[in-house]
């Protein structure tokens, strides 16, 4: 725990790490039935000694470079740039093999895993994305690997579960409550109730109870290990004057945020899903309609009502489609750390066209929203805004051929 | 001494507490029921506050939840039934529900309503035993509400003996790992960790819950604690019967076989 030790002797509070309990500020920690705590308790006591093994760091940074095909470039969108007057550099995390982010996450906790002896291995998916960068590297390394993904996103995202199978996984569909992430969660947690001993669970997002967020972070921070470097090789300058990454649970942000969290020179900017808008009863805008309480096993921000019933959002993209955020995300916002943006889902798909015809890149439809609000951040001709573009479109084709048909229907 | 210790204390063994969702399977059917429990030979209620995400529930409880809030049921609604059940029966009711629903409503208020309404205990399995004891515990003891906590058996010998020290109400023995509504026999290994809890001298009184489901399970739990709590299989009869004389019929079947 270096970074607790150096947090103490220069008396500076981090923003990157949580405490002891878990906590970043008065969000994270653990609300966990105590069927669960050993496993929470095993995965505590050990997560960072074996992140912080010269062993382990060796065995990850080779599959990253290796099977994952890192570092991923950081690329000057000219075109891009020429439209919105400043320096966009894409971080291309849809050239990760399984075309997004989520496999930094899930390279790092299949080799967790392994340490803890586990044999199975279950996992939550929305989009998609990280169920399939779950069966890859459960087939890389030979475990069982089963899916929890809503009933709903299951009919939406079917060449992804074309891929899970493939890779060996079985695909376990989520009927209960409103049938997308937040339920697919619900049932991953039940399934490691019920198969303690046996199973490791990877999260795929930086939420969950302590020490999910802070693990899941520390394994998505490459993202912006390399931002920095990549950026002052390109244009000798320190630091990005923003970065911008559109949040769901929050892993692609918490990956490409984490080693400029405490540099207030680099302003960070979220984008979130308002679906058919803010007011409109369909969005998971949950920094504006969400409020303090817990989901998942961590106190964070959620869309919930009066009475503590966690409210069913609404994202035309089944990765953002989520009621919570991650606490660390929590804490930025509330401490006025990060700012946040909301983008709809008909910009979101312009979002998808511009960046298809002026860079030859088409984007995941959750990545757009973070392209959506580019022309809102304020950034000038000399600033340099990096954008993690955290997945590619192929998933989302069905999506973008129908978009004119399905726009008005609601889930 | 709160109601639910109280119960325990005097009747020692068999103590038979019966779970079902409030508002399940009708909105105003709570008053009916808890009579028809406490007429059964029930000694302790335990009623579910319905909620969206219930972690540590079953098929089936998460069904009556569902059924629930679709009906209508709301925190204070739950609370004007409970006070009518509370008017005519004398038997304690506990209250069963995650932690997210009391920060929401708002603790104290919450407990103020829980209290008017003549709530007896607390069941909040995803509420930490420290902040339990850090923010709350004086509260409880001052309201005389009987709080209980969960232990299950990957729980550590010491969390066991923190946990029946926390417990004013009972230590909630969860059978096996798992969530709540299996239909299995009790095993070889549950019953040692069973036998094991029971040789601790864990400082409050044990019930053994998940999967007790009929006479068999109920008599096994009970020679190795206090006694039992069933839950899903009560909910599964009463969306066949919910009138008295079923109600009357499933508890029979549960003391007697």
Same mark, same amino acid.
């Given at each position: 725990m270096s970074e607790v030790k150096t947090r103490v002797e220069s008396d500076l509070i981090s923003l990157k790490h949580p405490d002891e309990r878990g906590y970043y500020g008065e969000f994270g920690g653990a609300y966990i039935p105590e069927m669960l705590f050993a496993n929470v308790e095993q995965l505590r006591l050990i997560y960072q000694e074996v992140i912080d093994d010269p062993a382990f760091q060796a065995e990850y940074k080779s599959l990253l470079r290796d099977f994952v095909g890192r570092p991923s470039p950081l690329y000057l969108a000219k075109r891009l740039s020429e439209i919105y007057g400043t320096n966009v550099w894409l971080k291309r995390e849809d050239l990760n093999h399984t075309g997004a982010h989520k496999i930094n996450n899930t390279v790092g906790q299949i080799l967790i895993a392994k340490r803890l002896g586990k044999k199975r291995i279950i996992a939550e998916t929305g989009a998609g994305q990280h169920?399939? %960068? @779950? %069966? @890859?590297? &459960? %087939?890389?390394?030979?475990?069982? &690997?089963?899916?929890?993904?809503?009933?709903?996103?299951?009919?939406?995202q079917a060449p992804n579960v074309a891929r899970m199978n493939m890779l060996g996984a079985t695909v376990i569909p989520a009927e209960s409550g409103s049938k997308t992430l937040k339920d697919a969660t619900n049932e991953a947690i039940r399934d490691w109730i019920n198969n303690a001993e046996t199973t490791h669970y990877i999260i795929g997002s930086a939420i969950g109870p302590h020490p999910y967020p802070d693990m899941v972070t520390q394994l998505q921070a490459i993202v912006s290990e390399e931002i920095s470097y990549q950026l002052t090789e390109q244009t000798g300058k320190e630091h990005p004057d923003y970065v911008v990454a559109c949040v769901g649970g929050g892993s692609n942000a918490a990956g490409a945020f984490y080693h400029f969290l405490d540099d207030k020179r680099v302003k960070l900017i979220l984008a979130e899903a308002a679906g058919k808008g803010i007011d409109s009863g369909h969005s998971a805008a949950t920094s504006i309609l969400g409020s303090k309480g817990i989901i998942h096993g961590c106190m964070t921000l959620l869309m919930q009502d009066p009475d503590g019933q966690i409210i069913e959002p609404y994202s035309l993209s089944a990765g953002l489609d989520y009621p919570g955020i991650g606490p660390l995300h929590a804490n930025l916002i509330t401490s006025g750390r990060a700012k946040v943006y909301a983008a709809t889902d008909d910009e979101a798909m312009q979002a998808v066209f511009e960046l298809s015809k002026?860079?030859?890149?088409?984007?995941?439809?959750? @990545?757009?929203? %973070?392209l959506a609000i580019l022309s809102r951040i304020g950034a000038t001709k000399d600033e340099h805004v990096v954008v993690c573009l955290s997945g590619r479109g192929d998933k989302d084709l069905n999506t973008y051929m129908n978009y004119e048909n399905i726009k008005d229907q609601v889930h | 001494m709160n109601k639910v210790r109280a119960k325990i204390n005097e009747k020692q063994q068999r103590v038979l507490n019966v779970y079902f969702t409030a508002g399940h399977p009708t909105l105003d059917g709570i008053p009916n029921i808890a009579e028809g429990l406490q007429e059964a030979g029930v000694d302790l209620i335990e009623l579910g506050m319905p909620y969206s995400d219930p972690l540590a529930d079953g098929l *089936?409880?998460?069904? !009556? !939840? $569902?059924?629930?809030?679709?009906?209508?049921?709301? +925190?204070?609604?739950?609370?004007?039934?409970?006070?009518?059940? *509370? !008017?005519?029966? $004398?038997?304690?009711?506990? +209250?069963?529900?995650y932690y997210n629903q009391l920060i929401q409503f708002g603790m104290d208020r919450f407990l103020d309503m829980a209290t008017t309404a003549g709530v007896s205990g607390l069941i909040i399995p995803d509420l930490p035993m420290f902040e339990y004891e850090a923010k709350f515990q004086k509260t409880f003891e001052d309201r005389n509400l009987g709080m209980s906590f969960l232990i299950s058996p990957m729980t550590s010998d010491e969390r066991i003996m923190q946990a029946g020290k926390l417990s004013s109400g009972f230590l909630y023995m969860v059978s096996q790992s798992s969530i709540t509504g299996k239909t299995q026999d009790i095993s070889q290994e549950q019953l040692a960790y069973f036998d094991k809890v029971n040789n601790m001298g864990v400082e409050a009184p044990r019930l053994i819950g998940f999967g007790i489901h009929n006479n068999e399970t109920f008599e096994t739990a009970c020679k190795y604690s206090n006694g039992a709590i069933v839950g899903s299989s009560f909910i599964r009869a009463l969306e066949k019967d919910a009138s008295k004389a079923g109600i009357k019929t499933f508890v029979s079947s549960i003391l007697n076989g």
């Open positions: 169920g399939v %960068a @779950t %069966a @890859t590297v &459960c %087939a890389l390394m030979g475990l069982e &690997c089963f899916v929890y993904m809503g009933a709903v996103d299951i009919e939406r002026v860079e030859g890149i088409i984007p995941a439809l959750e @990545t757009a929203h %973070a | *089936t409880i998460q069904k !009556s !939840s $569902e059924v629930a809030l679709k009906n209508g049921m709301n +925190l204070k609604h739950l609370f004007d039934q409970v006070k009518q059940a *509370t !008017s005519s029966i $004398e038997i304690p009711i506990i +209250l069963m529900g």
